[in-house]
């Protein structure tokens, strides 16, 4: 139903906003070489800890959510993005909103369509049927001069913000955690899964998340399957290095090779703070 790549990253366009509180947890950005020397803590400990936490915990969602929007919008204020939109080139027509929905790849018309189930009167009721001759494309047909202004305006609705978080759910967290979880895998392994389905949808085409997985389990078993967890996801981190660079708007990997690599190459199967990671250059740090 889904178009098989969900959308491009958007490169580091914006200044970093800092100084996130959420959680009870205060989460900055800052240069990662300020933390150099931080001890991992042991892989066996983090397996551990892994079998009785994820990311449903509250804390670890919201890491997650940083860790996404540090390589969607160069910051960690993810939460700052309900009213962001742009067409970013890559065909994808309108991106928009807390995870990047497309008016081109259907996942945009369907939070509209559910916004408005709730909300029928909204300011973006009135695009519904230009979104859907628009879906699958990238052209703004119905959709210019007033629909980018109709979003912003939208995004001051807490309706309209809860309607994003729970499609971005829906569609990219929920069946990645649950498949992750399915694999036998702890808070990294879901959060990995998570971020490539973000990005390549779980369409049926090579380059899908479905099909990133399958290239990893050709290489290495699952935990529940009784393989190793470390080999599984360096798998599957290969595999999806693989699907990227078959895109020129995905070719830079850096998401993967500065940021979960290293996450994984310290042992962080718990994915826990401190998190010193690097996108397309900029450094971070969730402490």
């Known amino acids: ?76 204020d ?19 909103g807390v995870i990047g929905f497309c008016s081109g790849t259907h996942d945009m018309l369907g939070l509209v369509e559910l916004y408005t189930r709730r909300e029928p009167d909204n300011v973006l009721a009135g695009y519904l049927p230009a979104l859907r001759e628009v879906d699958g494309t990238d052209s703004h047909d119905g959709l210019d001069p007033g629909f980018p202004d109709a979003w912003k305006t939208a995004a001051q609705d807490p309706a309209f913000r809860q309607a994003q978080d729970d499609e971005r759910d829906r569609v990219y967290f929920d069946p990645a955690v649950g498949r992750a979880k399915s694999d036998g895998l702890g808070t990294l392994g879901q959060f990995i899964y998570y971020d490539a389905i973000v990005m390549h949808g779980d369409g049926g085409d090579s380059t899908s998340f479905g099909s990133i997985r399958q290239r990893a389990l050709a290489r290495a078993a ?26 020129e708007a995905h070719s830079d990997t850096s998401r993967v090779d500065t940021a979960q690599r290293v996450f994984l190459r310290n042992g962080n199967l718990n994915l826990d703070p401190p998190l010193d990671w690097q996108v397309y250059g900029d450094s971070f740090h969730i402490g």
């Open 1 to 76: 139903m889904y178009a098989p790549h969900k959308r491009t990253a958007r490169r580091a366009t914006w200044s970093l906003r800092v100084g996130l509180v959420a959680l009870g947890l205060t989460l900055t950005a800052v240069p990662a070489t300020a933390f150099a020397g931080t001890a991992p803590a042991s892989v066996a400990a983090h397996r551990q800890e892994a079998a009785v936490t994820g990311l449903d915990d509250p804390a670890k969602k919201d890491i997650a959510m940083q860790l996404v929007s540090s390589a969607e919008n160069s910051t960690l």
């Open 78 to 96: 993810w939460k700052a993005q309900y009213g962001y939109i742009e067409d970013i080139g890559d065909g994808r027509g309108y991106t928009a």
């Open 222 to 247: 699952t935990p529940a399957q009784g393989g190793d967890e470390v080999a599984c996801l360096d798998a599957f981190l290969d595999a999806r290095v693989w699907a990227m660079e078959q895109e």
